[in-house]
């Protein structure tokens, strides 16, 4: 079984500019998170998706972050503009959620950003 | 709102050496609590899963406890190898299917 994909795995930009992470979870898994881990800190959630609608995004900074699910499958997230603070390893992870709150999220290996 | 505390932070131990982390939430209200392993560079890798109902889960050289009321948790580790080296999270699951992660253990397993 194939895992969470994303891309790219390192990204370096300057501050202002755009930037845009992808993934790809695993075949059959209807939810999709995405979290941010700045360095020294555990991962904090994002957004959550369940096929192509959002679950939760209470903690996502909508003035400058977006994220969609278009198809239910795969999905993006953006910055922009992006800030210093915005540097962070950005996780995807999947799950099957069959309804009983106890799926495992299996994580991608994570998009290393740097801003400027 | 939950909060996980993880300690020591860090953790530096021979070869060989039995060793526990610790981890602390103040909700007591989970569904159930999660050891992850991140390597650098990697993604997380869940270890051992603890329902709220249960006290306890052991794999291998792995042992995961669980305090519900008491808010804690602990991860054991026997034998400890070089190749345990690695960054050490846990993590509570709370309504909606949301993780909310403690700020880690870094631990290295001297040679």
């Known amino acids: 079984e194939a895992g969470v994909a994303q891309s790219p795995r390192y990204k370096i930009i300057e501050k202002r500019q755009s930037v845009a992470f992808w993934c790809n979870p695993i075949s059959g898994h209807a939810t999709l998170y995405w979290y941010q881990q700045i360095l020294g800190q555990g991962p904090k959630l994002l957004i959550q998706?369940?096929?192509?609608?959002?679950?939760?995004d209470s903690q996502l900074p909508k003035d400058r972050f977006s994220a969609e699910r278009l198809k239910g499958v795969d999905s993006t997230l953006k910055i922009q503009p992006a800030k210093l603070e915005d540097s962070a390893v950005y996780l995807c992870?999947?799950?099957?959620?069959?309804?009983?709150?106890?799926?495992?999220?299996?994580f991608g290996p994570g998009t290393r950003l740097t801003v400027l | 709102k939950q909060e996980v505390t993880q300690i020591p932070a860090a953790l530096s131990v021979p070869e060989g050496e039995n060793l526990v982390l610790n981890c602390s939430f103040t909700?007591?209200?989970?569904?159930?609590l999660q050891w992850f392993r991140q390597d650098p560079g990697k993604g997380l890798t869940s270890l051992l899963l603890i329902q709220s109902s249960q006290r306890e889960q052991t794999s291998g050289r792995l042992n995961a406890s669980l305090d519900k009321s008491s808010g804690r948790s602990t991860l054991y580790i026997a034998a400890s190898q070089p190749g345990d080296s690695a960054t050490y999270l846990c993590?509570?699951?709370?309504?909606?299917?949301?993780?909310?992660f403690g700020t880690g253990t870094r631990l290295t397993v001297i040679p």
């Open positions: 992870a999947s799950s099957s959620l069959r309804g009983d709150l106890t799926d495992t999220q299996y």
């Open positions: 993590a509570v699951l709370t309504g909606a299917n949301n993780l909310f």
């Open positions: 998706f369940q096929n192509n609608g959002v679950v939760d």
């Open positions: 909700d007591s209200a989970i569904y159930n």
